[in-house]
């Protein structure tokens, strides 16, 4: 027998919340390549190549050794024709042609700096783009009319693009923790997003709220930001209800509990010397003498950080915690199996089944996956 034949064959589910996703994988090389092509297909509102890009690169995020040839890849699913060229191109030449292109084009690295801004999305990017903006620095120079979320944006812009790292989240953690217990005692706090998922850095922290007595949670939301405010300790908030659901989701939100889904995108001012000393924070006196209104420097006390707060009623906490846990593929992949393969309706607040037309309730996540006929994936596993 020749060595290929005995290679066992991989067996890969082609769900991604079917598979166990590590953090650290062996293939990066190749997956960040078709990432730089699903985030262009993005960039240019190509959201169905952008995601078979995606799954594509998800897959061999899963693969327990690195690809060597185009053997390797046999059997396994959401490769596409044009996924599989780029790596084939990889394989043979260690690049791909269609990679350094869109890597090195005008445009992509222009969508790329402008939605690298807080409060910028892909349209208004892409409308910039065509205005002839091209980074940040023109959103000044040429004095572009900004919101008030893009101002921040464009204040804070190198710290928003400096990553947070686990001990900036951990002192966060510290922060908004004394925060929810001082406005609501016995509330629960869960960091969730990548951080949960283990990883090392995020662009943001994610925190998720909840108190056992359900209904304690409604109105928290401001109690909390101005708590934060009155401690000088937000630099930026704006609370919306959460839109997320009713835009994509279709109808698994039960209508009675439609606002009580409250969300803050903020700001926080982190002060580094908590990051140097203890993470108590009794001293309150966050006056470091830098509050000139313009860019920090990396001589300044503090620093900003992206802080996303999320309060759910207690009776939608686990799938608040699925849903906010990601990876976003997760996710999508989790919704998608939920309505291709067992006719449910799955969102961040409710799991719908249209055959039993009735909600199906759940404690934990656990019970979530068991409710969708899925073995249980941890957090770290998730990272799709
Ligand atoms: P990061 O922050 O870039 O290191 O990575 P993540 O995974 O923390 O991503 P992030 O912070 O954008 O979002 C955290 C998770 O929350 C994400 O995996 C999916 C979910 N998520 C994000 N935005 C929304 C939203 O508007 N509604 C809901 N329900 N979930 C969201
Ligand atoms: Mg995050």
Not at 315 to 340: D, V
Not at 354 to 369: D, G, H, V, W
Request: hydrophobic share 35%; glycine share 6%.
């Amino acid at each position: 027998t020749k060595p290929s034949e005995v290679t066992p064959a991989i067996l890969m589910k082609s769900y991604a919340c079917q598979r166990r996703t590590p953090l650290k994988h062996h293939n990066s090389v190749l997956t960040d390549a078709l990432e730089i092509l699903a985030l262009n297909a993005e960039f240019t509102k190509n959201e169905g190549r952008s995601v078979a890009f995606r799954r594509a690169a998800s897959v061999l995020k899963a693969l327990p050794r690195g690809v060597r040839t185009m053997d390797d890849l046999k059997d396994l699913p959401c490769l596409g024709e044009h996924s599989l060229r780029v790596i084939k191109e990889i394989l043979d030449a260690g690049t791909s042609s269609e990679v350094e292109w869109t890597r090195q084009s005008e445009q992509f690295q222009a969508m790329k700096a402008l939605t690298g801004v807080f409060g910028v999305g892909v349209r208004t990017a892409d409308r910039w783009f065509r205005e002839g903006l091209r980074n940040h620095l023109d959103l000044i120079h040429k004095s572009q009319k900004l919101n008030r979320a893009q101002e921040a944006g464009v204040q804070y812009y190198n710290d928003l693009n400096t990553p947070v790292t686990k001990k900036e989240a951990m002192v966060i953690t510290v922060i908004v923790e004394k925060a929810v217990n001082d406005v609501l005692p016995g509330a629960i706090i869960t960091l969730t997003g990548g951080f949960r998922r283990g990883k090392e850095v995020g662009h943001d922290v994610d925190f998720l709220i909840t108190h056992p007595d359900e209904g304690a949670e409604e109105k928290l939301m401001p109690k909390i930001v101005n708590w934060l405010e009155d401690q000088g300790l937000l630099l930026y908030q704006k609370t919306t209800r959460n839109s997320y659901l009713e835009n994509k989701d279709g109808p698994a939100r039960p209508a009675c509990n439609m606002d009580r889904f409250e969300r803050c995108f903020s700001i926080f001012k982190l002060e580094r010397s908590k990051l140097d000393s203890d993470t108590r924070i009794e001293d309150s006196s966050y006056n470091s003498g830098v509050t000139d209104g313009t860019q920090t420097h990396s001589g300044s006390t503090w620093r900003a950080v992206r802080v996303d707060l999320v309060v759910s009623p207690y009776s939608q906490f686990a799938f608040a915690t699925l849903g906010w846990t990601g990876s976003k593929l997760f996710e999508r992949e989790l919704r998608r199996w939920a309505g291709q393969e067992k006719g449910m309706s799955l969102s961040s607040h409710a799991l719908y089944d249209s055959k039993q037309q009735r909600y199906l309730p759940a404690n934990s996540e656990e019970e979530i996956f068991t409710l969708l006929g899925l073995e249980y994936i941890p957090p770290s596993e998730r990272n799709a």
